[in-house]
């Protein structure tokens, strides 16, 4: 089941993103979110877009949000676009329905640009992006510096229209 996401799930959602964020370079954050982080986090994007999740078995297995590309007006038909799964959930086919579901209902908000940032190199988020039709639209090299080395970041656009 795909819903969007309540002050239940932030549990869940801290459950999930830790272990990225603790011991892979796919988050470029360094330090555990504690659930009253992550609580601030989800208020503050569905004021303006979705936050999904989806629940297989009763567990929360993933989560994908998207949230404002830049602050500057001009750019407010933009978004950047997130995606995690519980660690073991991957290869199932989840990521690709969970983020349909996103892109659908950031169509139906006017969204026209999707923009995805996946740190370099990570061939599963890539085949993900460009199974659902995003294209590769530029690369940065050595923008971040986690576990003591330097990080490539490559970046992903879709047009939705709207």
């Given at each position: 089941?795909?819903?969007?996401?309540?002050?239940?799930?932030?549990?869940?959602?801290?459950?999930?993103?830790?272990?990225?964020?603790?011991?892979?370079?796919v988050?470029f954050?360094?330090?555990?979110?504690?659930?009253?982080?992550m609580?601030?986090?989800?208020?503050?994007?569905?004021?303006?877009?979705?936050?999904?999740?989806?629940?297989?078995?009763?567990?929360?297995?993933?989560?994908?949000?998207?949230?404002?590309?830049?602050?500057?007006?001009?750019?407010?038909?933009?978004?950047?676009?997130?995606?995690?799964?519980?660690?073991?959930?991957a290869?199932?086919?989840?990521?690709?329905?969970?983020?349909?579901?996103?892109?659908?209902?950031?169509?139906?908000?006017?969204?026209?640009?999707?923009?995805?940032?996946?740190?370099?190199?990570?061939?599963?988020?890539?085949?993900?992006?460009?199974?659902?039709?995003?294209?590769?639209?530029?690369?940065?090299?050595?923008?971040?510096w986690?576990?003591?080395?330097?990080?490539?970041?490559?970046?992903?656009?879709?047009?939705?229209?709207?």
């Amino acid at each position: 089941m795909i819903r969007e996401a309540g002050p239940g799930d932030v549990q869940a959602i801290c459950d999930i993103y830790n272990p990225y964020v603790l011991g892979t370079t796919v988050t470029f954050e360094e330090e555990a979110v504690s659930p009253g982080v992550m609580a601030g986090r989800l208020a503050e994007v569905q004021a303006s877009y979705p936050w999904l999740v989806l629940e297989e078995g009763g567990l929360v297995q993933g989560y994908a949000y998207a949230g404002k590309w830049k602050a500057r007006s001009a750019y407010r038909h933009t978004v950047e676009s997130t995606i995690y799964l519980r660690q073991g959930a991957a290869g199932r086919g989840l990521g690709r329905r969970l983020y349909t579901a996103l892109l659908e209902g950031l169509a139906a908000r006017q969204v026209h640009a999707v923009i995805g940032g996946i740190t370099q190199p990570n061939l599963a988020s890539v085949g993900l992006h460009e199974a659902l039709g995003y294209r590769r639209v530029g690369y940065l090299e050595q923008v971040g510096w986690k576990f003591g080395r330097w990080l490539d970041v490559g970046y992903w656009e879709l047009i939705l229209g709207g």
